[in-house]
């Protein structure tokens, strides 16, 4: 497999893991680009890409924002550690990481 075959492959492998079409990705880039991308068709600049700015955070910085947000709303419910492992489906790291310690404020 060439390197921008298997690029490409990785690339849709993210996508498709994140829930996302590739209509889903047109706020970073055009479809037919993104297409090619996976395809191996066309390699990734920064020219080709033409991230927008609103963007940039990507797939997992959104969804770590909405799990700390989650995490913290049933932290402040009272809710244990393990409860909220259950609750959300989220990892016991993933909790830990985000779990505000007491005394620590915002």
Not at 41 to 69: F, H, M, T, Y
Not at 76 to 99: C, H, N, P, Q
């Amino acid at each position: 497999m060439e390197y921008l075959e298997a690029l490409g492959q990785v690339l849709r492998e993210i996508r498709v893991a994140a829930g996302l079409s590739r209509e889903g990705c047109s706020h970073v880039m055009d479809r037919d680009h993104l297409s090619k991308f996976e395809q191996g068709q066309q390699s990734i600049s920064e020219r080709s890409a033409e991230l927008n700015i609103s963007a940039i955070r990507g797939v997992r910085g959104k969804r770590a924002e909405d799990n700390r947000a989650a995490i913290r709303a049933l932290q402040s419910e009272g809710l244990a550690k393990m409860e909220i492992v259950r609750r959300l489906g989220l990892s016991r790291a993933t909790i830990d990481r985000y779990w505000l310690k007491p005394g620590v404020f915002e």
